[in-house]
């Protein structure tokens, strides 16, 4: 399983099927972690097409893309190391009145659902 496409439908889509299923912080921290970690699927796809660019930062770019995605990887890595690079971030469309480790401390594991799906269907 070496595409993007195929991880997105045999690994993260289920997972975050078992996290509605049973919403706690534990199937959200491994939703979580199964979309952050498209980033390498992607990375092996544009290798493979010769679109890959040197220097290139998926995890990044996709961060400021889409907020989804960044608020996403900040709770995969905050769950995995206790905090996250991430979180003194300040989207632009937020108008610098938070920063994302204020959007964690106010989400609770069923908001996270619909953040889960925005950052899905961005990837």
Wanted: net charge neutral; aromatic share 8%; glycine share 4%.
């Amino acid at each position: 399983m070496s595409t993007l496409a195929a991880y997105i439908d045999e690994i993260v889509k289920p997972t975050f099927r078992d996290f509605e299923d049973e919403q706690t912080p534990r199937r959200a921290f491994l939703a979580a972690v199964t979309l952050m970690h498209c980033v390498d699927r992607a990375k092996v796809d544009r290798k493979a097409s010769g679109l890959k660019k040197k220097g290139e930062n998926l995890r990044m770019a996709w961060g400021q893309e889409s907020t989804a995605f960044n608020i996403v990887d900040a709770i995969a890595n905050r769950f995995k190391h206790t905090q996250s690079d991430l979180e003194c971030d300040r989207p632009p469309q937020w108008a610098n009145a938070l920063s994302v480790g204020d959007v964690l401390a106010r989400m609770n594991v069923i908001q996270f659902r619909s953040t889960m799906i925005e950052g899905i269907q961005f990837v």
